[in-house]
């Protein structure tokens, strides 16, 4: 079992949502973030004053999924969440060791 989280752009959390969906993963979790990568912000003007954004808004999408899904799970959110752009985000992966469905009492690969 495998935990993916992504950091995203927020206006491609749709569309790597669908892709997630479409190849039968249906459970994740969305927490809205800011950080900064090799973007390191940008400058916005605001009355008339200059000012620095040091971190920029994204999206975490993290999805538990069993290890066999994992390459299609990695290639569905990449490619629907590429712009081609600096700042289209990171994949990371980690192990899950167990897992438990709390209403059912279900573990591991059937809690997901």
């Known amino acids: 079992m495998k935990i993916v989280m ?14 997630l969906t479409a ?34 808004p994204k999206i975490k999408i993290e999805v538990a999924i069993a290890s066999d899904q994992l390459d299609h799970t990695i290639d569905a959110i990449a490619s629907a969440a590429k712009t081609g752009q600096i700042g289209d985000g990171k994949i990371f992966v980690v192990n899950i060791n167990h897992a438990v469905r709390i209403r059912t009492g279900e573990v591991d690969v059937t809690a997901l």
């Open 6 to 19: 992504a950091i995203i752009k927020p206006f491609k959390l749709e569309e790597v949502r669908d892709a």
């Open 23 to 56: 190849i039968g993963v249906h459970g994740l979790t969305v927490t809205e973030v800011r950080g900064y990568g090799r973007q390191k912000g940008h400058t916005e003007m605001y009355r008339g004053a200059e000012y620095a954004v040091s971190f920029l």
